[in-house]
């Protein structure tokens, strides 16, 4: 049975962060993927495949199916870290089934209708409902780019979005 040392949401997905401190960090073998159209593109998953450190495979999933592997065998061995793209793919597979403890929100970016939620962060009104949803029921939700920064939970957010 595998052991997610995290579970976050980075729009980026693999790139510096994850790739060069998150993985390091948290001795992770394996990154998983869960991302509709990552998970259907076996080219992306070839480049960031290339992205990665020595040791750590990539694997990406559709949301649906990913769920099912989770259900099936938490992705089989070793310490892995488990990546969506959106909030909202987060969300579908929690209310799939994924049972996540915690849910880092590590870069969503800014656009029409969001509001700056932290330095790399900008949230619409539609996925800071969801988020507190997530916590409401459990996930311990919060804001934090690199390990070495400090941890903002979700609550001290959603205080100053106003929307």
């Known amino acids: 049975m595998g052991v997610v040392t995290l579970t976050r949401v980075d729009f980026r997905l693999v790139h510096g962060q994850v790739a060069g401190t998150w993985i390091k960090q948290l001795s992770a ?70 049972n996540m403890e915690s849910l880092n929100i590590g870069q969503v970016p800014g656009g029409p209708d969001r509001k700056h939620a932290s330095n790399t962060v900008s949230l619409s009104k539609a996925e800071l409902d969801m988020l507190l949803d997530m916590e409401s029921k459990g996930v311990n939700v919060f804001f934090q780019p690199v390990p070495y920064e400090k941890v903002v939970k979700l609550e001290a957010v959603a205080k100053r979005m106003v929307f």
Do not use: H, T
């Open 29 to 98: 073998r394996k990154l998983i993927i869960m991302c509709d159209e990552v998970g259907n593109d076996p080219f992306m998953v070839e480049m960031f495949n290339l992205a990665a450190p020595p040791g750590c495979e990539i694997i990406a999933y559709p949301i649906d199916k990913g769920v099912e592997e989770w259900k099936a065998n938490q992705f089989g061995d070793g310490r892995l870290i488990i990546l969506f793209r959106y909030v909202e793919s987060a969300k579908k597979a929690f209310d799939l089934g994924y």
